[in-house]
């Protein structure tokens, strides 16, 4: 480097290093939005985690039962209503039939014989049909 170089190239530096402050002071200023990553991590070891798993197993287990519980209701629904469609087949009936109704449904549950008194009824409710509709037409 020739000595007239020098403040040439001291000026130059100069400027630059003014530059670079110049530029950092405006970031400064206004500093640059930066990303943020979020990471979740679930630990069964975490008490939260831990309780929500408890609870929401809980609930599943409380669902199910009381799902069993309205399925059987709705079974027992069934069955009381075939009893009396069958009850107004023999057009009432006597104790004796109304214990063996309650063996056939409740204690000793048949179902071969729950399907016969179905079809009994059914083609008794099929019956009646076709009279009211012969005595609508009649009219």
């Given at each position: ?14 400027a ?37 798993v408890?609870a ?8 199910l ?35 063996w ?9 048949n179902?071969?014989?729950i ?25």
């Amino acid at each position: 480097m020739h000595l007239t170089e020098e403040p040439k190239f001291i000026g130059k530096l100069v400027a630059s290093v003014l530059t670079m402050l110049r530029e950092w002071q405006e970031q400064k200023g206004h500093p640059q939005p930066q990303e943020q990553i979020h990471r979740h991590s679930f630990d069964i070891k975490s008490s939260k985690v831990f309780t929500t798993v408890v609870a929401v197993s809980f609930l599943c287990l409380v669902s199910l039962v009381g799902n069993y519980f309205l399925w059987q209701s709705k079974q027992q629904y069934k069955d009381d209503a075939l009893k009396f469609r069958i009850i107004r087949v023999w057009r009432g009936c006597s104790p004796k039939e109304i214990l063996w109704l309650n063996d056939v449904f409740d204690i000793h549950r048949n179902e071969k014989t729950i399907k016969l008194i179905k079809e009994k009824a059914d083609g008794y409710d099929l019956q009646l049909k076709s009279k009211a509709d012969s005595l609508m037409q009649n009219k």
